[in-house]
């Protein structure tokens, strides 16, 4: 009970110290913001490029994933500054919203709801409720969030697909390190494992939004 304690501080420890760093980086924007990312997405690539080492796949998959994992993160990335740039700081904290209130919809919802599992065998304790709640989170962050950011060219109820897209990623993720036979993709972070770990479901949503907004299809509406 007692390590179960102190395990739980760690962790609670070591989220609020990512959230400053991320959310001062955000605040600031430009250098901050760029260092971040380019710190980060490094970090992800090398705990990506581990993870395929280790795995129990074919030779063409391993090469097909080594070549994935840089190509998504650097989008991820690109799209990141892209949206935090061009868009501002709101839109870009409605991008890490959507993602951050996937995780905790599905967490709550998982709980009180349990019921059916999602894909046991790749990650024994997700279960569908917790992914219609995860969706569900989403939602509501892209209706607010976005609302406040002034998002226009994508109806803000595409927080809902973010919320699917976020736990796909997740569960992409889970599925890399069943097959490296590992619990995490890396020890940086205490009580949480790698980078990776906590960024699964942001890289595929960054990749995608970043792509809307850089071919024009996400804008925000001119102030006044």
Known sequence: MAAGKSD?????????????????????GG???????????ALVIVEWLALVRAMTIGGGAKAALTILGPVVTLGAMAGLWFIRDQLGMTA??????????????????GRAFGGARLAPKIS?????????GGMIAALIASATIGD????????????????????????AQSWMKRRAGVKDSGKLI??????????????PVALLLGALAFTGQIAVRAAG
Not at 34 to 41: D, E, I, Q, R, T
Not at 124 to 129: A, C, F, L, M, R
């Open 31 to 41: 250098l901050a913001f760029g260092l971040l990312l380019l710190v980060g997405g």
């Open 148 to 171: 406040r950011a002034g998002i226009v060219g994508v109806p803000l109820c595409i927080g809902l697909f973010m919320g699917l897209l976020a736990q796909l990623g997740d569960l």
């Open 8 to 28: 739980l501080w760690v962790r609670i420890g070591s989220a609020i110290i990512l959230f400053a760093i991320a959310g001062t980086a955000l605040w600031f």
């Open 92 to 109: 870009a904290l409605w991008v890490f919203g959507m993602v951050w209130a996937t995780d905790i919809g599905a967490y709550f919802a």
């Open 190 to 203: 205490p009580g949480h494992g790698g980078l990776f770990d906590r960024v699964d479901g942001v890289l």
């Open 124 to 132: 024994p304790s997700k279960t569908w409720s917790g992914l219609i």
